[in-house]
C-alpha cells in the first residue's frame, strides 16, 4: 500500500478551495476530502477541527499575506495612518482578487448579511486588531471609560467600513475593480476627514478659554 504524502496547513487550505471550485459544493466529509487529495484524515485534523474552521481560516490567510506584504515595504513603516489603511484595502483586495472565485463561493449567498458572519470571525479580530495598533488619533477625552468605549466604537465602525468594501467588491464588474478601487480611497480619506478632531479641539479649547474668562469677570 501506498504511502500517504504528508500535507501541510497551506496544502489543505489550497485543496479545499480547488475542491468547492471544481465541485461547486463542499466536500461531504473530512474522510472524502483526504482521500480525493491523497492524505490520512488525520493530518487534517492537525490543523483544523472542522470545515467551518478551515473556512474561517482562509479569510484570516488573506488578511495575514496582506499585513505580510506590506511589512516587507519599507515605504509602508513611515505612512500615517490614513495612508497605511489605504494600504492595507489595495492589498487587501488585491490578494481577494486573485482568489475571487472562491470568495464569490464562500460569500454569495451572504453579502447582504456579512456582519454577524461566523466565517468571517477571524478576519474580524485580526482586522481591528490592526486598526487598534495603527493609533488612529481621537478626541483625547481625560476619561478611561469613555476613551475604551470611543475606540471600541472606531475599531466597530472600521469593521463595517471593510464589510461594505467587500460587498461592494462583490458586486463591481468594471474592469480590473477601478471603480472598488475608486469607492476604496473616497471611503477612507472620507472617514479620516470624519475623524480630523483639529477644528473640535479648537472648538473646546475655545469653550474653556471662554468658561475661564466669564468666572474670572464674574469674581
Same mark, same amino acid.
Do not use: C
Given at each position: ?106 460569500? =454569495?449567498?451572504?453579502?447582504?448579511? !456579512?456582519?454577524?458572519?461566523? #466565517?468571517? $470571525?477571524?478576519?474580524?479580530? +485580526?482586522?481591528?486588531? @490592526? ?57 477612507? =480619506?472620507?472617514?479620516?476627514?470624519? !475623524?480630523?478632531?483639529?477644528? #473640535?479641539? $479648537?472648538?473646546?479649547?475655545? +469653550?474653556?478659554?471662554? @468658561? ?8
Amino acid at each position: 500500500m501506498a504511502k500517504k504524502k504528508i500535507i501541510s496547513d497551506i496544502d489543505i487550505i489550497s485543496s479545499y478551495m480547488d475542491y468547492v471550485l471544481e465541485h461547486n459544493e463542499n466536500p461531504k466529509t473530512v474522510f472524502a476530502f483526504a482521500k480525493a487529495n491523497d492524505f490520512e484524515e488525520p493530518h487534517f485534523y492537525q490543523f483544523f477541527g472542522s470545515f467551518e474552521a478551515l473556512e474561517k481560516q482562509i479569510f484570516k490567510t488573506f488578511f495575514k499575506n496582506t499585513i505580510s506584504v506590506l511589512e516587507k515595504s519599507e515605504d509602508y513603516t513611515s505612512f500615517d495612518a490614513r495612508n497605511k489603511l489605504l494600504s492595507f484595502y489595495f492589498t487587501f483586495f488585491e490578494n481577494l482578487t486573485i482568489n475571487r472565485s472562491y470568495v464569490q463561493f464562500a460569500l =454569495n449567498k451572504h453579502k447582504n448579511s !456579512l456582519k454577524g458572519l461566523s #466565517l468571517l $470571525s477571524e478576519l474580524k479580530k +485580526g482586522f481591528t486588531s @490592526y486598526i487598534a495598533g495603527l493609533d488612529i488619533k481621537t478626541l483625547d477625552l481625560k476619561q478611561e471609560q469613555v476613551e475604551k468605549i470611543q475606540k471600541r466604537a472606531l475599531q466597530e465602525s472600521a469593521w463595517l467600513q471593510l464589510l461594505l468594501t467587500l460587498k461592494f467588491w462583490m458586486d463591481d464588474t468594471s474592469a480590473s475593480f477601478e471603480k472598488t478601487d475608486i469607492f476604496i480611497e473616497k471611503s477612507v =480619506n472620507t472617514s479620516f476627514d470624519i !475623524l480630523n478632531i483639529t477644528p #473640535l479641539k $479648537s472648538v473646546i479649547d475655545f +469653550g474653556k478659554f471662554i @468658561y475661564k474668562e466669564k468666572i474670572h469677570t464674574n469674581k
